[in-house]
């Protein structure tokens, strides 16, 4: 006889006829001004998310932004930085006037640096890459340790082994999404950057095992390039699918704006930066002789 090898859900099933909302979704702000109202109150609570865009559509700010609303609510936070240096996060948000250092003194995020991933990648051969249930034990205990409700990886995409084929990396990816949610008791967000060139098609996989998909994206718009936003899908959720326009400030950070077609926030413009007078200029020291 062949061992039925699904494990039955029914004792987690609503008894007959009995739809019960509130117990079956509750909602984590996204601590983005205008977002929360287009998913009904917020992401789901304990679920992945899934923040897809090119390079610069803001995903980091995103995340960033995502751990400071759970400072705010008494939801510490973890940030996994793959690809960029922790003190890089710190150094660049202290310009762009986000007070991240002082989140990480108080005890309310912390950065978790992943490069340590790479180097033991590196030693295990041609198929190696570390196994995902031990990246997600890993971070169980920091999780712990601090007693975070919110995670973010940025980006998961980078996280994948690279020597994996596309079908290993999509067991690879599902086994790190579920272990996570199964053990971690966080709702995370986990940013990718869709790629064609990217052989592991990681950002597909990771767009349709997370249970939510949020897309940024730059448009060209004459002469500019503006940033949007757009709520792919969110499981349990009615949804607005317009694309909106996300403005990023300075201190403001970033914010839902009106559906595109009517266009009324600002163009993303850099602030100009104050010249101290007495610097000289590259053009201004004398030739090397
Ligand atoms: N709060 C902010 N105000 C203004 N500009 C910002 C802000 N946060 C980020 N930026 C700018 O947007 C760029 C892209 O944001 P980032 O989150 O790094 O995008 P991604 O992670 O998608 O590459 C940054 O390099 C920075 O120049
Ligand atoms: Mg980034």
Redesign the pocket.
Known sequence: MVRNRFLSASALAPAEGAVDRSAAVDRTTSGIPGLDVLIDGGFPSRRTIAIC??????????GLQFLAAGADCQEPGIFVTVDAKPQHLID?SAA?D?DLDGLIRTGSIAILDASPYFTATRGQGARGGVDPRQVASDLAQHVRRMGARRLVI?SLSSLVPSALSRAEAYDYLRSLIRSLEDNLECTILL?CRPSRLDPQESCDAIRSLASGVVD?ALRRRGNDLVRIIRVRKMRGTPLDLAEHRLA???????AVGPADAAGTLPV?R?RPRPVAAEAPQPSDRPEAV
């Open positions: 865009g090119a390079t610069g559509t803001g995903k980091t700010a995103f660049d762009l986000f940025d940013t940024l990023m400030e300075p201190a403001g950070g970033l993303f850099p």
